[in-house]
């Protein structure tokens, strides 16, 4: 029986695409002053884009949200103490860990020390009370 042939698959990954403000705005402008039928499809076509783009835009611009144009996806960035206190824990974490392996190792080395002191105290029991 033959073994199939191992597959091996590339991994192609989509990045998302960024509009900056200023091209947004550009692109809404030249989708305004088109006035012949077809003639934004051929701008969506040309610039690579999707009607969706254009009614987000201009949505966007309706609402007056210039900064919104240009806002950036993706999750915000968290405050310099929200990150300390990340880091404070993960080493309280490890540093607990650290603290319980130390403290099995003292007591196993209680335990090994009972145990070679009870050896050497039957070793030097006379030869009769063994």
């Known amino acids: 029986m033959a073994t199939p042939a191992r597959v091996t698959e590339t991994e192609v990954r989509a990045q998302r695409r960024r509009f900056s403000a200023a091209y947004k705005l550009r692109i809404l402008e030249e989708a305004d002053a088109c006035t012949e039928p077809g003639a934004i499809g ?21 609402a007056g949200v210039q900064a919104g144009l240009s806002q950036a996806r993706g999750r915000k960035p968290q405050p310099a103490a929200a990150r300390e206190l990340a880091r404070l824990r993960q080493e309280n974490a490890r540093l607990q ?13 209680g335990k090994v020390s009972t145990l070679l002191r009870l050896l050497a105290d039957k070793s030097t029991l006379p030869p009769s009370a063994k």
């Open 42 to 62: 051929a701008l969506l076509r040309r610039e690579g884009l999707y009607a969706s783009h254009l009614t987000t835009w201009r949505a966007q611009r309706a």
């Open 97 to 109: 860990a650290e603290l319980a392996q130390a403290r099995e190792v003292i007591d196993v080395q």
